[in-house]
Protein backbone atom coordinates (compact mmCIF):
# COMPACT_ATOMS: atom_id res chain seq x y z
CA UNK A 1 0.00 0.00 0.00
CA UNK A 2 2.61 2.50 1.27
CA UNK A 3 5.23 1.14 -1.37
CA UNK A 4 2.52 1.81 -4.32
CA UNK A 5 1.68 5.05 -2.84
CA UNK A 6 5.79 6.21 -2.72
CA UNK A 7 6.23 4.73 -6.24
CA UNK A 8 3.31 6.82 -7.22
CA UNK A 9 4.18 9.99 -5.81
CA UNK A 10 8.05 9.46 -7.23
CA UNK A 11 6.54 8.91 -10.66
CA UNK A 12 4.52 11.97 -9.99
CA UNK A 13 7.85 13.91 -9.72
CA UNK A 14 10.00 12.64 -12.23
CA UNK A 15 11.77 15.03 -13.02
CA UNK A 16 12.86 16.36 -9.78
CA UNK A 17 13.36 12.61 -8.44
CA UNK A 18 14.79 11.55 -12.06
CA UNK A 19 17.60 14.21 -11.46
CA UNK A 20 17.99 12.88 -7.96
CA UNK A 21 18.25 8.78 -8.75
CA UNK A 22 20.71 10.13 -11.30
CA UNK A 23 23.12 12.08 -8.65
CA UNK A 24 22.76 8.57 -6.79
CA UNK A 25 23.54 6.82 -9.21
CA UNK A 26 26.35 8.42 -10.51
CA UNK A 27 27.71 8.61 -7.04
CA UNK A 28 27.27 4.55 -6.49
CA UNK A 29 28.75 4.15 -9.56
CA UNK A 30 32.17 6.31 -8.76
CA UNK A 31 32.28 4.61 -5.54
CA UNK A 32 32.00 0.69 -6.97
CA UNK A 33 34.65 1.45 -10.04
CA UNK A 34 37.14 2.92 -7.32
CA UNK A 35 37.43 -0.28 -5.70
CA UNK A 36 37.02 -2.40 -9.21
CA UNK A 37 39.69 -0.28 -10.52
CA UNK A 38 41.93 -0.78 -7.28
CA UNK A 39 41.58 -4.40 -6.92
CA UNK A 40 41.65 -4.63 -10.73
CA UNK A 41 45.01 -2.69 -10.52
CA UNK A 42 46.65 -5.09 -7.70
CA UNK A 43 45.62 -8.07 -9.33
CA UNK A 44 46.84 -7.60 -12.56
CA UNK A 45 49.79 -6.77 -10.69
CA UNK A 46 50.22 -9.79 -9.21
CA UNK A 47 49.27 -11.79 -11.77
CA UNK A 48 52.26 -10.20 -13.89
CA UNK A 49 55.04 -12.49 -12.25
CA UNK A 50 54.37 -16.08 -10.84
CA UNK A 51 57.37 -18.70 -10.57
CA UNK A 52 60.31 -16.41 -10.11
CA UNK A 53 61.78 -16.30 -6.66
CA UNK A 54 63.62 -13.81 -6.73
CA UNK A 55 64.19 -10.62 -9.46
CA UNK A 56 68.12 -9.76 -9.78
CA UNK A 57 68.96 -6.16 -10.11
CA UNK A 58 71.83 -2.94 -9.49
CA UNK A 59 70.97 -1.92 -5.69
CA UNK A 60 67.80 0.65 -5.94
CA UNK A 61 64.64 -0.02 -4.09
CA UNK A 62 62.96 -3.34 -4.29
CA UNK A 63 59.87 -1.15 -5.59
CA UNK A 64 61.55 0.07 -8.37
CA UNK A 65 63.92 -3.32 -9.73
CA UNK A 66 60.17 -4.98 -9.72
CA UNK A 67 58.27 -2.12 -11.75
CA UNK A 68 61.12 -1.60 -14.28
CA UNK A 69 62.37 -5.34 -14.64
CA UNK A 70 59.02 -6.64 -14.98
CA UNK A 71 56.40 -4.41 -15.78
CA UNK A 72 58.41 -1.96 -17.42
CA UNK A 73 57.83 1.72 -15.59
CA UNK A 74 60.86 3.53 -15.07
CA UNK A 75 64.38 2.75 -15.70
CA UNK A 76 67.19 1.41 -13.85
CA UNK A 77 69.97 3.26 -11.75
CA UNK A 78 72.66 0.88 -12.69
CA UNK A 79 73.13 -2.73 -14.60
CA UNK A 80 74.65 -5.69 -13.67
CA UNK A 81 77.98 -6.78 -14.94
CA UNK A 82 78.07 -10.27 -16.19
CA UNK A 83 80.89 -11.45 -14.17
CA UNK A 84 77.96 -10.70 -11.19
CA UNK A 85 75.48 -12.45 -13.20
CA UNK A 86 77.11 -15.47 -13.90
CA UNK A 87 78.51 -15.54 -10.27
CA UNK A 88 74.50 -15.71 -9.26
CA UNK A 89 74.15 -18.10 -11.88
CA UNK A 90 77.02 -20.32 -10.48
CA UNK A 91 75.15 -20.51 -6.86
CA UNK A 92 74.31 -24.03 -5.65
CA UNK A 93 70.81 -22.66 -4.66
CA UNK A 94 70.13 -21.25 -8.21
CA UNK A 95 67.76 -23.40 -10.44
CA UNK A 96 67.37 -21.41 -13.45
CA UNK A 97 68.02 -17.94 -14.57
CA UNK A 98 67.03 -15.40 -17.10
CA UNK A 99 69.29 -12.30 -17.81
CA UNK A 100 66.99 -9.22 -18.95
CA UNK A 101 68.40 -6.35 -20.80
CA UNK A 102 66.35 -3.30 -21.44
CA UNK A 103 67.02 -0.15 -22.90
CA UNK A 104 66.09 -0.05 -26.82
CA UNK A 105 62.66 0.33 -28.41
CA UNK A 106 60.77 -0.30 -31.41
CA UNK A 107 57.94 2.83 -31.96
CA UNK A 108 56.28 2.83 -28.22
CA UNK A 109 57.29 -0.32 -27.30
CA UNK A 110 60.19 -1.89 -25.18
CA UNK A 111 62.91 -3.92 -26.67
CA UNK A 112 64.07 -6.83 -23.92
CA UNK A 113 66.60 -8.62 -24.89
CA UNK A 114 66.87 -11.79 -22.96
CA UNK A 115 67.24 -15.61 -23.36
CA UNK A 116 65.15 -18.13 -24.82
CA UNK A 117 64.90 -19.76 -21.31
CA UNK A 118 62.75 -16.95 -20.89
CA UNK A 119 60.19 -18.76 -22.24
CA UNK A 120 60.65 -21.56 -20.34
CA UNK A 121 60.68 -20.33 -16.96
CA UNK A 122 58.22 -16.74 -16.97
CA UNK A 123 55.36 -17.45 -15.85
CA UNK A 124 52.18 -15.09 -14.73
CA UNK A 125 48.70 -15.20 -13.32
CA UNK A 126 49.06 -18.17 -11.08
CA UNK A 127 51.80 -20.67 -13.30
CA UNK A 128 51.05 -20.44 -17.24
CA UNK A 129 53.74 -20.12 -19.11
CA UNK A 130 53.91 -18.00 -22.18
CA UNK A 131 52.11 -19.36 -25.66
CA UNK A 132 53.81 -18.33 -28.78
CA UNK A 133 50.50 -18.34 -31.07
CA UNK A 134 52.27 -18.01 -34.10
CA UNK A 135 56.14 -18.43 -35.24
CA UNK A 136 58.63 -19.80 -33.23
CA UNK A 137 61.22 -18.76 -30.57
CA UNK A 138 63.61 -17.19 -30.83
CA UNK A 139 65.97 -19.05 -33.02
CA UNK A 140 68.57 -16.78 -35.28
CA UNK A 141 70.38 -13.67 -33.71
CA UNK A 142 68.56 -11.59 -35.50
CA UNK A 143 64.75 -12.91 -34.57
CA UNK A 144 62.43 -10.90 -32.43
CA UNK A 145 59.43 -12.77 -30.80
CA UNK A 146 56.61 -9.56 -30.26
CA UNK A 147 54.15 -9.49 -27.71
CA UNK A 148 50.42 -9.40 -28.82
CA UNK A 149 49.98 -5.70 -28.32
CA UNK A 150 52.79 -4.93 -30.54
CA UNK A 151 51.22 -7.03 -33.51
CA UNK A 152 47.98 -5.22 -33.09
CA UNK A 153 49.13 -1.87 -32.48
CA UNK A 154 51.85 -1.86 -35.56
CA UNK A 155 50.28 -4.48 -38.11
CA UNK A 156 52.76 -6.76 -37.67
CA UNK A 157 52.76 -10.32 -39.15
CA UNK A 158 55.63 -13.55 -38.95
CA UNK A 159 58.13 -12.49 -41.33
CA UNK A 160 58.03 -8.77 -41.05
CA UNK A 161 61.01 -6.60 -40.46
CA UNK A 162 61.37 -4.44 -37.67
CA UNK A 163 64.43 -1.23 -37.24
CA UNK A 164 65.01 -1.45 -33.03
CA UNK A 165 65.68 1.98 -32.32
CA UNK A 166 68.36 3.08 -29.80
CA UNK A 167 67.32 4.10 -26.36
CA UNK A 168 64.01 4.86 -25.70
CA UNK A 169 62.04 7.80 -27.64
CA UNK A 170 65.35 8.51 -29.80
CA UNK A 171 65.35 8.82 -33.38
CA UNK A 172 68.03 6.85 -33.98
CA UNK A 173 67.88 3.39 -35.48
CA UNK A 174 69.84 0.17 -35.43
CA UNK A 175 68.54 0.45 -39.36
CA UNK A 176 71.61 -1.48 -40.59
CA UNK A 177 70.60 -4.75 -38.50
CA UNK A 178 66.93 -5.36 -39.29
CA UNK A 179 65.29 -8.03 -37.13
CA UNK A 180 62.97 -10.38 -38.40
CA UNK A 181 59.89 -10.85 -36.14
CA UNK A 182 60.04 -14.74 -35.55
CA UNK A 183 56.88 -15.26 -33.36
CA UNK A 184 54.10 -13.55 -31.86
CA UNK A 185 53.39 -14.19 -28.16
CA UNK A 186 49.55 -15.12 -27.27
CA UNK A 187 47.87 -12.01 -25.06
CA UNK A 188 48.42 -12.54 -21.73
CA UNK A 189 47.30 -9.21 -19.89
CA UNK A 190 51.00 -8.77 -18.62
CA UNK A 191 53.81 -6.18 -19.98
CA UNK A 192 54.61 -9.14 -22.09
CA UNK A 193 52.18 -7.95 -24.63
CA UNK A 194 53.91 -4.70 -25.06
CA UNK A 195 57.40 -6.11 -25.79
CA UNK A 196 59.68 -6.74 -28.51
CA UNK A 197 62.21 -9.33 -27.35
CA UNK A 198 65.38 -10.33 -28.85
CA UNK A 199 68.31 -12.72 -27.81
CA UNK A 200 70.96 -10.72 -25.19
CA UNK A 201 73.34 -11.21 -28.06
CA UNK A 202 71.04 -9.05 -30.74
CA UNK A 203 71.30 -6.26 -28.02
CA UNK A 204 75.14 -6.64 -28.02
CA UNK A 205 75.16 -7.20 -31.90
CA UNK A 206 73.43 -3.91 -32.61
CA UNK A 207 75.25 -1.70 -30.51
CA UNK A 208 79.04 -3.19 -31.87
CA UNK A 209 79.24 0.11 -34.01
CA UNK A 210 78.32 2.20 -31.21
CA UNK A 211 80.36 3.72 -28.95
CA UNK A 212 79.74 6.20 -25.69
CA UNK A 213 76.40 6.40 -26.93
CA UNK A 214 76.66 8.03 -30.47
CA UNK A 215 77.17 5.99 -33.87
CA UNK A 216 80.41 5.77 -34.66
CA UNK A 217 79.53 5.93 -38.22
CA UNK A 218 81.49 2.53 -39.08
CA UNK A 219 79.13 0.05 -40.13
CA UNK A 220 80.78 -3.65 -39.01
CA UNK A 221 79.14 -6.25 -41.80
CA UNK A 222 76.56 -8.50 -40.55
CA UNK A 223 78.04 -11.79 -41.05
CA UNK A 224 81.29 -10.22 -39.44
CA UNK A 225 79.19 -9.47 -36.64
CA UNK A 226 77.43 -13.21 -36.34
CA UNK A 227 81.54 -14.29 -36.53
CA UNK A 228 81.65 -11.60 -33.18
CA UNK A 229 81.88 -12.94 -29.37
CA UNK A 230 78.47 -11.03 -28.74
CA UNK A 231 78.50 -11.95 -24.83
CA UNK A 232 77.29 -8.97 -22.87
CA UNK A 233 79.20 -7.03 -20.55
CA UNK A 234 76.28 -5.94 -18.18
CA UNK A 235 72.18 -6.91 -18.07
CA UNK A 236 69.47 -5.16 -17.12
CA UNK A 237 68.06 -7.40 -14.16
CA UNK A 238 67.51 -11.09 -13.92
CA UNK A 239 65.34 -13.48 -13.25
CA UNK A 240 66.08 -16.22 -10.37
CA UNK A 241 64.58 -19.78 -9.26
CA UNK A 242 65.80 -21.52 -6.90
CA UNK A 243 65.57 -25.14 -6.61
CA UNK A 244 64.16 -24.99 -3.02
CA UNK A 245 62.01 -22.28 -1.00
CA UNK A 246 64.05 -22.85 2.14
CA UNK A 247 66.84 -21.56 0.44
CA UNK A 248 65.19 -18.29 -1.39
CA UNK A 249 66.24 -15.82 1.80
CA UNK A 250 69.47 -17.24 1.98
CA UNK A 251 70.23 -17.24 -1.96
CA UNK A 252 68.85 -13.28 -1.46
CA UNK A 253 71.60 -12.45 1.88
CA UNK A 254 74.38 -13.95 -0.62
CA UNK A 255 73.22 -11.44 -3.23
CA UNK A 256 72.33 -8.27 -1.08
CA UNK A 257 75.75 -9.04 0.87
CA UNK A 258 77.79 -9.57 -2.31
CA UNK A 259 81.01 -7.68 -2.31
CA UNK A 260 81.55 -7.14 -5.44
CA UNK A 261 79.04 -5.29 -6.67
CA UNK A 262 76.15 -3.63 -4.89
CA UNK A 263 73.23 -5.98 -6.13
CA UNK A 264 69.70 -6.59 -4.88
CA UNK A 265 67.79 -9.20 -4.77
CA UNK A 266 64.14 -9.21 -3.80
CA UNK A 267 61.02 -11.55 -3.73
CA UNK A 268 58.63 -10.53 -6.69
CA UNK A 269 55.76 -10.54 -3.71
CA UNK A 270 56.99 -8.78 -1.36
CA UNK A 271 58.36 -5.82 -3.28
CA UNK A 272 54.58 -6.05 -4.58
CA UNK A 273 53.73 -5.97 -1.18
CA UNK A 274 55.56 -2.54 -0.37
CA UNK A 275 54.15 -1.23 -3.55
CA UNK A 276 50.89 -1.70 -1.96
CA UNK A 277 51.86 0.25 1.68
CA UNK A 278 52.93 3.41 -0.39
CA UNK A 279 49.99 2.90 -2.65
CA UNK A 280 47.82 2.00 -0.02
CA UNK A 281 47.38 5.90 1.17
CA UNK A 282 46.63 6.95 -2.02
CA UNK A 283 43.74 4.42 -2.38
CA UNK A 284 42.47 5.07 0.82
CA UNK A 285 41.76 8.75 0.13
CA UNK A 286 40.42 7.87 -3.47
CA UNK A 287 37.94 5.58 -1.33
CA UNK A 288 37.31 8.25 0.98
CA UNK A 289 36.54 11.44 -1.83
CA UNK A 290 34.33 8.41 -3.71
CA UNK A 291 32.52 7.48 -0.07
CA UNK A 292 32.22 11.52 0.31
CA UNK A 293 30.34 11.53 -3.23
CA UNK A 294 27.68 9.09 -2.10
CA UNK A 295 27.27 11.19 1.16
CA UNK A 296 27.02 14.31 -0.83
CA UNK A 297 23.96 12.65 -3.67
CA UNK A 298 22.49 11.34 -0.28
CA UNK A 299 22.34 15.23 1.19
CA UNK A 300 21.21 16.14 -1.84
CA UNK A 301 17.98 13.57 -2.01
CA UNK A 302 17.90 15.40 1.56
CA UNK A 303 17.45 18.59 0.36
CA UNK A 304 15.31 17.84 -2.46
CA UNK A 305 13.07 15.56 0.40
CA UNK A 306 12.77 18.77 2.68
CA UNK A 307 11.86 21.43 -0.55
CA UNK A 308 9.16 19.09 -1.74
CA UNK A 309 7.65 19.19 1.73
CA UNK A 310 6.50 22.70 1.22
CA UNK A 311 4.47 21.76 -1.81
CA UNK A 312 3.13 18.62 -0.76
CA UNK A 313 1.55 20.04 2.88
CA UNK A 314 -1.96 19.91 1.50
CA UNK A 315 -0.80 16.30 0.30
CA UNK A 316 -0.11 15.74 3.56
CA UNK A 317 -3.27 17.37 4.91
CA UNK A 318 -5.25 15.49 2.74
CA UNK A 319 -3.79 11.76 3.37
CA UNK A 320 -4.68 12.99 7.12
CA UNK A 321 -8.36 13.39 6.79
CA UNK A 322 -8.34 10.39 5.15
CA UNK A 323 -7.19 8.67 7.72
CA UNK A 324 -3.55 7.99 7.75
CA UNK A 325 -2.32 7.85 10.69
CA UNK A 326 1.08 10.61 10.89
CA UNK A 327 3.07 7.20 11.29
CA UNK A 328 2.50 6.27 7.82
CA UNK A 329 3.43 10.17 6.26
CA UNK A 330 6.71 9.02 7.99
CA UNK A 331 6.81 5.85 6.58
CA UNK A 332 5.67 7.19 3.37
CA UNK A 333 8.87 10.00 3.04
CA UNK A 334 11.24 7.31 4.19
CA UNK A 335 9.94 4.44 1.73
CA UNK A 336 9.78 7.41 -1.02
CA UNK A 337 13.88 8.02 0.00
CA UNK A 338 14.62 4.12 0.22
CA UNK A 339 13.23 3.70 -3.29
CA UNK A 340 15.19 6.23 -4.71
CA UNK A 341 18.40 5.12 -3.31
CA UNK A 342 17.57 1.69 -5.06
CA UNK A 343 16.96 2.74 -8.25
CA UNK A 344 19.75 4.73 -7.70
CA UNK A 345 21.85 2.08 -6.77
CA UNK A 346 20.82 -0.23 -9.43
CA UNK A 347 21.37 2.52 -12.05
CA UNK A 348 24.86 3.03 -10.72
CA UNK A 349 25.96 -0.90 -10.82
CA UNK A 350 24.50 -1.06 -14.40
CA UNK A 351 26.04 2.59 -15.14
CA UNK A 352 29.45 1.10 -13.89
CA UNK A 353 29.09 -2.30 -15.89
CA UNK A 354 28.40 -0.63 -19.52
CA UNK A 355 31.57 1.77 -18.45
CA UNK A 356 33.35 -1.46 -17.47
CA UNK A 357 33.20 -2.73 -21.05
CA UNK A 358 33.53 0.57 -22.84
CA UNK A 359 36.58 1.59 -20.69
CA UNK A 360 38.04 -2.22 -20.54
CA UNK A 361 39.86 -2.70 -24.04
CA UNK A 362 40.94 1.04 -24.20
CA UNK A 363 42.31 0.88 -20.36
CA UNK A 364 44.43 -2.33 -20.96
CA UNK A 365 45.54 -0.57 -24.03
CA UNK A 366 46.56 2.41 -22.00
CA UNK A 367 47.70 1.40 -18.67
CA UNK A 368 48.05 -2.16 -18.97
CA UNK A 369 45.94 -2.96 -16.24
CA UNK A 370 43.51 -5.94 -17.58
CA UNK A 371 39.87 -5.52 -15.04
CA UNK A 372 37.68 -8.35 -14.75
CA UNK A 373 34.58 -7.97 -15.48
CA UNK A 374 32.25 -10.40 -12.86
CA UNK A 375 29.30 -10.67 -11.54
CA UNK A 376 28.55 -8.28 -8.67
CA UNK A 377 30.05 -9.73 -5.24
CA UNK A 378 28.56 -9.37 -1.75
CA UNK A 379 30.98 -6.38 -1.27
CA UNK A 380 28.94 -4.68 -3.78
CA UNK A 381 25.65 -5.87 -2.12
CA UNK A 382 26.73 -4.40 0.94
CA UNK A 383 27.45 -1.01 -0.27
CA UNK A 384 23.91 -0.78 -2.08
CA UNK A 385 22.59 -2.17 1.11
CA UNK A 386 24.40 0.75 3.05
CA UNK A 387 23.52 3.54 0.55
CA UNK A 388 19.68 2.39 1.01
CA UNK A 389 20.06 2.34 5.13
CA UNK A 390 21.65 5.79 4.68
CA UNK A 391 18.99 6.99 2.78
CA UNK A 392 16.18 5.56 4.96
CA UNK A 393 18.41 7.63 8.17
CA UNK A 394 18.74 10.40 5.75
CA UNK A 395 15.26 10.83 5.04
CA UNK A 396 14.27 10.81 8.36
CA UNK A 397 14.72 14.40 9.64
CA UNK A 398 12.43 15.69 6.70
CA UNK A 399 9.95 12.73 7.65
CA UNK A 400 9.96 13.81 11.24
CA UNK A 401 9.07 17.24 10.02
CA UNK A 402 6.42 16.17 7.81
CA UNK A 403 4.93 14.46 10.62
CA UNK A 404 5.10 17.03 12.85
CA UNK A 405 3.44 19.31 10.38
CA UNK A 406 1.00 17.19 9.59
CA UNK A 407 0.34 16.65 13.44
CA UNK A 408 -0.35 20.28 13.79
CA UNK A 409 -1.27 21.46 10.21
CA UNK A 410 -4.37 19.37 10.39
CA UNK A 411 -6.63 20.39 7.47
CA UNK A 412 -5.68 24.28 7.90
CA UNK A 413 -2.89 24.62 5.82
CA UNK A 414 -1.86 28.25 6.38
CA UNK A 415 0.31 28.62 3.30
CA UNK B 1 115.01 -10.92 10.53
CA UNK B 2 113.39 -12.94 7.71
CA UNK B 3 109.32 -13.33 9.45
CA UNK B 4 110.07 -9.42 9.31
CA UNK B 5 110.32 -9.24 5.95
CA UNK B 6 108.10 -11.27 5.40
CA UNK B 7 105.33 -8.99 7.27
CA UNK B 8 106.50 -6.24 5.59
CA UNK B 9 105.89 -7.42 2.61
CA UNK B 10 102.26 -8.42 3.94
CA UNK B 11 101.97 -5.45 4.62
CA UNK B 12 102.82 -4.12 1.42
CA UNK B 13 100.70 -6.82 0.03
CA UNK B 14 97.58 -6.09 1.98
CA UNK B 15 97.62 -2.55 1.04
CA UNK B 16 95.50 -2.54 -2.39
CA UNK B 17 93.60 -5.20 -0.90
CA UNK B 18 92.84 -2.69 2.31
CA UNK B 19 92.10 -0.09 -0.80
CA UNK B 20 89.56 -2.08 -1.78
CA UNK B 21 87.37 -3.17 0.90
CA UNK B 22 83.82 -2.33 0.46
CA UNK B 23 82.50 -0.70 3.19
CA UNK B 24 78.85 -1.19 3.70
CA UNK B 25 76.45 -1.30 6.94
CA UNK B 26 72.85 -2.71 7.14
CA UNK B 27 69.94 -0.69 8.51
CA UNK B 28 69.35 -1.40 11.59
CA UNK B 29 66.35 0.48 13.46
CA UNK B 30 65.62 0.38 16.93
CA UNK B 31 62.81 -1.78 18.21
CA UNK B 32 62.12 -3.49 14.62
CA UNK B 33 62.83 -6.76 14.25
CA UNK B 34 62.76 -8.81 11.08
CA UNK B 35 61.38 -12.49 10.14
CA UNK B 36 61.55 -14.88 7.50
CA UNK B 37 59.42 -17.54 6.98
CA UNK B 38 59.71 -20.45 4.56
CA UNK B 39 56.89 -23.23 4.44
CA UNK B 40 57.79 -26.33 1.79
CA UNK B 41 56.15 -29.47 1.78
CA UNK B 42 56.45 -30.39 5.76
CA UNK B 43 59.15 -28.22 6.17
CA UNK B 44 58.78 -24.77 7.96
CA UNK B 45 61.78 -22.72 8.99
CA UNK B 46 61.43 -19.48 11.14
CA UNK B 47 64.52 -16.87 10.43
CA UNK B 48 64.52 -14.07 13.30
CA UNK B 49 66.67 -10.95 13.73
CA UNK B 50 66.33 -8.99 16.12
CA UNK B 51 68.96 -5.78 17.37
CA UNK B 52 69.65 -6.02 20.99
CA UNK B 53 68.07 -3.08 22.24
CA UNK B 54 64.92 -4.85 21.71
CA UNK B 55 65.85 -7.86 23.90
CA UNK B 56 68.30 -6.83 26.16
CA UNK B 57 67.77 -2.99 26.56
CA UNK B 58 71.31 -2.09 25.23
CA UNK B 59 74.41 -2.68 22.31
CA UNK B 60 77.58 -2.33 24.10
CA UNK B 61 79.36 -5.06 24.07
CA UNK B 62 78.85 -6.35 27.56
CA UNK B 63 81.03 -5.92 30.22
CA UNK B 64 79.85 -5.79 33.48
CA UNK B 65 78.21 -9.40 35.34
CA UNK B 66 74.58 -7.99 35.13
CA UNK B 67 74.95 -7.04 31.48
CA UNK B 68 76.37 -10.52 30.77
CA UNK B 69 73.77 -12.15 32.89
CA UNK B 70 71.05 -10.12 30.58
CA UNK B 71 72.24 -11.60 27.52
CA UNK B 72 72.83 -15.41 28.64
CA UNK B 73 69.28 -14.95 30.06
CA UNK B 74 67.81 -13.34 26.48
CA UNK B 75 69.76 -16.25 23.96
CA UNK B 76 68.05 -18.64 27.04
CA UNK B 77 64.70 -17.94 26.37
CA UNK B 78 64.85 -17.60 22.64
CA UNK B 79 66.10 -20.98 22.73
CA UNK B 80 62.79 -21.79 23.73
CA UNK B 81 60.87 -21.94 20.80
CA UNK B 82 56.99 -21.45 22.94
CA UNK B 83 58.79 -18.13 24.07
CA UNK B 84 58.94 -16.37 20.18
CA UNK B 85 56.30 -18.34 17.82
CA UNK B 86 53.15 -20.42 18.79
CA UNK B 87 52.06 -22.15 16.08
CA UNK B 88 48.60 -23.93 15.32
CA UNK B 89 48.78 -27.07 17.15
CA UNK B 90 46.67 -28.61 14.04
CA UNK B 91 49.24 -27.73 12.57
CA UNK B 92 51.05 -30.31 14.59
CA UNK B 93 55.08 -29.04 13.71
CA UNK B 94 57.74 -30.31 16.05
CA UNK B 95 61.39 -28.48 16.53
CA UNK B 96 63.71 -30.31 14.92
CA UNK B 97 66.55 -27.49 15.50
CA UNK B 98 66.51 -24.26 16.88
CA UNK B 99 69.91 -21.96 17.50
CA UNK B 100 70.02 -18.78 18.79
CA UNK B 101 72.84 -16.40 18.78
CA UNK B 102 74.35 -12.60 19.29
CA UNK B 103 76.18 -10.61 16.15
CA UNK B 104 75.63 -13.45 14.10
CA UNK B 105 76.26 -11.44 11.00
CA UNK B 106 79.09 -9.41 12.23
CA UNK B 107 81.06 -12.84 12.83
CA UNK B 108 80.32 -13.72 9.05
CA UNK B 109 82.53 -10.80 8.44
CA UNK B 110 84.74 -11.37 10.54
CA UNK B 111 85.61 -14.66 8.93
CA UNK B 112 85.91 -12.88 5.56
CA UNK B 113 88.31 -10.41 6.80
CA UNK B 114 90.47 -13.35 7.99
CA UNK B 115 90.23 -15.00 4.27
CA UNK B 116 91.18 -11.87 2.74
CA UNK B 117 94.48 -11.24 3.96
CA UNK B 118 95.91 -14.49 5.80
CA UNK B 119 99.02 -14.99 8.59
CA UNK B 120 98.87 -11.15 8.75
CA UNK B 121 98.92 -10.03 12.74
CA UNK B 122 98.41 -6.05 11.73
CA UNK B 123 94.97 -6.45 9.72
CA UNK B 124 93.53 -8.77 11.58
CA UNK B 125 93.71 -6.62 14.26
CA UNK B 126 92.70 -3.91 11.75
CA UNK B 127 89.46 -6.16 11.26
CA UNK B 128 89.21 -7.08 15.19
CA UNK B 129 89.01 -2.73 16.02
CA UNK B 130 86.45 -2.65 13.10
CA UNK B 131 84.15 -5.35 14.54
CA UNK B 132 84.11 -3.47 17.95
CA UNK B 133 82.86 -0.55 16.39
CA UNK B 134 80.11 -2.20 14.78
CA UNK B 135 79.35 -4.40 17.81
CA UNK B 136 77.76 -1.18 19.07
CA UNK B 137 74.93 -2.74 17.39
CA UNK B 138 74.42 -6.18 18.67
CA UNK B 139 71.80 -8.62 16.83
CA UNK B 140 70.18 -11.35 18.24
CA UNK B 141 69.44 -13.74 15.76
CA UNK B 142 67.42 -17.03 15.82
CA UNK B 143 66.36 -19.85 13.30
CA UNK B 144 63.73 -22.48 14.07
CA UNK B 145 63.21 -25.32 12.05
CA UNK B 146 59.75 -27.43 12.33
CA UNK B 147 58.79 -30.21 11.04
CA UNK B 148 54.82 -29.93 10.25
CA UNK B 149 51.94 -32.75 10.13
CA UNK B 150 49.11 -30.67 8.64
CA UNK B 151 51.34 -27.81 7.02
CA UNK B 152 47.86 -26.38 5.36
CA UNK B 153 46.99 -25.95 8.86
CA UNK B 154 49.79 -22.94 9.01
CA UNK B 155 47.44 -19.90 8.77
CA UNK B 156 48.39 -17.70 11.99
CA UNK B 157 51.24 -18.03 13.77
CA UNK B 158 51.21 -16.10 16.76
CA UNK B 159 54.35 -14.21 18.31
CA UNK B 160 54.63 -14.62 22.02
CA UNK B 161 57.90 -12.99 21.08
CA UNK B 162 56.42 -9.45 21.86
CA UNK B 163 55.95 -10.69 25.92
CA UNK B 164 59.14 -11.79 26.14
CA UNK B 165 60.52 -8.80 25.09
CA UNK B 166 58.85 -5.44 26.19
CA UNK B 167 61.59 -3.29 24.00
CA UNK B 168 60.20 -4.92 20.39
CA UNK B 169 57.80 -2.89 18.78
CA UNK B 170 57.78 -4.48 15.51
CA UNK B 171 58.16 -6.97 13.40
CA UNK B 172 58.74 -6.71 9.57
CA UNK B 173 58.04 -10.12 8.42
CA UNK B 174 58.92 -11.74 4.57
CA UNK B 175 56.83 -15.01 4.32
CA UNK B 176 56.60 -17.53 1.00
CA UNK B 177 54.39 -20.18 1.30
CA UNK B 178 52.33 -22.19 -0.97
CA UNK B 179 50.18 -19.03 -2.61
CA UNK B 180 53.32 -17.25 -2.99
CA UNK B 181 56.02 -14.69 -1.33
CA UNK B 182 54.25 -11.40 0.71
CA UNK B 183 55.44 -9.14 3.73
CA UNK B 184 53.77 -8.12 7.19
CA UNK B 185 54.15 -5.89 8.93
CA UNK B 186 53.47 -7.13 12.68
CA UNK B 187 53.40 -4.64 15.35
CA UNK B 188 53.09 -5.59 19.47
CA UNK B 189 48.90 -5.27 19.45
CA UNK B 190 48.34 -8.12 16.70
CA UNK B 191 51.54 -9.78 17.58
CA UNK B 192 50.33 -11.96 14.93
CA UNK B 193 51.61 -13.28 11.80
CA UNK B 194 48.46 -13.84 9.02
CA UNK B 195 49.84 -16.37 6.05
CA UNK B 196 47.72 -18.12 3.35
CA UNK B 197 45.39 -14.34 3.08
CA UNK B 198 46.35 -14.64 -0.77
Redesign the interface.
Known amino acids: MILRLASQSLMARALTVGMTILAIALSVGLFLGVEKVRTGARASFADTISGTDLIVGARSGSVQLLLYSVFRIGNATNNVTWESYQDIAARPQVDWIVPISLGDSHRQFRVMGTTPAFFDHYQYRGGRSLDIAEGHGLDDLYDAVIGADVAATLGYAVGDPIIVSHGLASFTDHTDQPFRVAGIIAKTGTPVDRTVIVTLQAIEAIHVDWQNGGNTGRSTPVDVIRQMDLTPTAITAALVGVESRLQIFGLQRWINEYPEEPLLAVLPGVALQELWQIVGIAETALIGVSALVVVTALIGMMAMIFSSLNERRREMAIWRAMGARPATILGLLVTEAVLMAALGGALGLILLYVSLFVGQPWIDAAFGIWLPIAPPTLREAWVLGIVMVAAAVVSLFPAIRAYRLSLADGMMVRI | MKTYGLAILAAVAAAPVMAQE?R?MDSHVHGVSTM?L???GD?L?I?LTSPGVNIVGFEYAASSDADKDAIAQALRAMLVTENIVSLPDAAQCRLTDVAVNLNADDDEHHD?HGDDAHNHDDDHDNADAENADSAEHTEFHATYGFDCGDPAALTRIGLPFFDQFPNAQEIEA?F?TDA?????EIDRDTAELVLND?
Do not use: F, I, L, Y
Open positions: TETVVEREEDQVGASAAA
